[in-house]
Structures are given as structure tokens and as C-alpha cells.
């Protein structure tokens, strides 16, 4: 099955910097790859999803890039706010099996004031 | 609210009791799932619903536990004989579509503690 990895397990930006989270998948045939956050005591909240046929997206401040030749896709925040702070988790889904989503191990991202 | 709802939020039970939890998901939502997630992991695929149909679970499911969907609309997850290693968050989400690459909608969760 799919195993993705996420990298770093902990991330401390100041205010205002950029913060970047990467994550790697083992399975060619995944092609769906949705990033969610997950805020103390709250539900993980999709933010920013993206699929084989694309390499870049941009929603605001959030964009992800996707590198189907080496199996891995990222996180990119600019302009990093306090609200920011939260545990991000990436997600792959194979072509072959949708309704499977396979989560990396999360990033907890510290924004300092 | 119209989002995935679950109760009960938190449950304390001593090992060897049965324990139940309910998800409600988004109501057009044909698609439900249950996931685990144990503290700084990611969420675990454990079962996966298509309208009342189980179609699929995860080698972590046990016999222990059990999961229905009557009449495609709210799920419960059972499990039996609870153990130490069961203490997580458990989690449903739902999601709408007939492709594959429709987003999960999560709900918050029930934290199971088994003492």
C-alpha cells in the first residue's frame, strides 16, 4: 500500500516568514493529494487539495506543488500568521483505491508573534 | 452546524467493557469513513462505507470491532472488549461524488480512554 511521509515533524517560524512542509509518497498511481490542518481539541479542516494533472496551486497565502516524477508534493504558507499555528497533515489517494486516504504523521507548525 | 457530527466527544471506559460511538455525516454526503488517529500520528483508514454497504476495512480493524451504516444515513462503531491499545481518537468523516477525489469532511472526533 501507500506510505507517505512528512517532513518536518515540528516547524517554528517567526511572524511574517514563510514556512514550507514536505511530504513524499511511495504509490506512482496516487493522483489525488489534500492538505489538511488540524487545530488543539478540533477537527482536521481540508485547506488546499491538489491532483496529478497539476503542478501548482495557490489559494491566497497557501499553495501546493506537486512533483509526480519524484513522488513528492509541499506546503507553502507565506506571510505566516499567529492563526497559522496548528498541525498540518498531508494526504495521498491512489488512483486505484479513492476512498483510501493515506495520512503522513503531521507538522506542527508554531507561527511566534 | 451542518458539518460530520459524533458523539459522545470523550469516553472513559475500563478495559473488557463495549463501547459505542455515532456519526452523523453531511446529509447529502453518500460516502463515510472511520479513521483513528493516536497522538502525533496521522488519521488511520479503518472502514469505509458506500451508502449502507461496508466495503472496505483496514487489517487494523479486529474482530473486536464493528461498524454499520443502516439505511445510509449515521454509522456506529462498535468495539467489544476494549483494550489499552484502543485508547485514540476516533474519527468519521463523510464525502460526496461518484469519482474518487472528492475531499473528507471530518467530524471532531471521539477520544476513547480505556483504563
Known amino acids: 500500500g501507500e506510505n507517505v511521509e512528512q517532513h518536518p515533524s515540528t516547524l517554528s517560524v517567526q511572524e511574517g516568514d514563510s514556512a514550507v512542509i514536505k511530504c513524499t509518497y511511495s504509490d506512482s498511481a496516487s493522483n489525488y493529494f489534500p492538505w489538511y490542518k488540524q487545530e488543539l481539541g478540533k477537527r482536521p479542516q481540508l485547506i488546499i487539495d491538489i491532483r496529478s494533472n497539476v503542478g501548482e496551486k495557490k489559494d491566497q497565502r497557501i499553495a501546493v506543488t506537486l512533483n509526480k516524477t519524484a513522488k513528492h508534493f509541499s506546503l507553502h504558507i507565506t506571510e505566516t500568521q499567529p492563526e497559522d499555528s496548528a498541525v498540518y497533515f498531508c494526504?495521498?489517494?491512489?488512483?486505484?483505491?479513492?476512498?483510501?486516504?493515506?495520512f503522513g504523521s503531521g507538522t506542527k507548525l508554531n507561527v511566534k508573534p | 452546524d451542518t458539518g460530520v457530527s459524533q458523539n459522545p466527544r470523550h469516553k472513559i471506559t475500563k478495559r473488557g467493557q463495549n463501547v459505542t460511538f455515532r456519526c452523523d455525516p453531511i446529509s447529502e454526503h453518500n460516502r463515510l469513513y472511520w479513521y483513528r488517529q493516536t497522538l502525533g500520528q496521522g488519521p488511520e483508514f479503518l472502514t469505509y462505507f458506500q451508502n449502507e454497504a461496508q466495503l472496505e476495512k483496514s487489517r487494523l480493524l479486529s474482530d473486536r470491532f464493528s461498524a454499520e451504516r443502516p439505511k445510509g444515513s449515521f454509522s456506529t462503531l462498535e468495539i467489544q472488549r476494549t483494550e489499552q491499545g484502543d485508547s485514540a481518537m476516533y474519527l468519521c468523516?463523510?464525502?460526496?461524488?461518484?469519482?474518487?477525489?472528492?475531499?473528507?469532511?471530518f467530524g471532531n472526533g471521539t477520544r476513547l480512554t480505556v483504563t
Open positions: 494526504a495521498a489517494a491512489p488512483l486505484y483505491n479513492f476512498n483510501k486516504f493515506y
Open positions: 468523516a463523510s464525502s460526496l461524488g461518484t469519482t474518487g477525489d472528492s475531499p473528507l469532511h
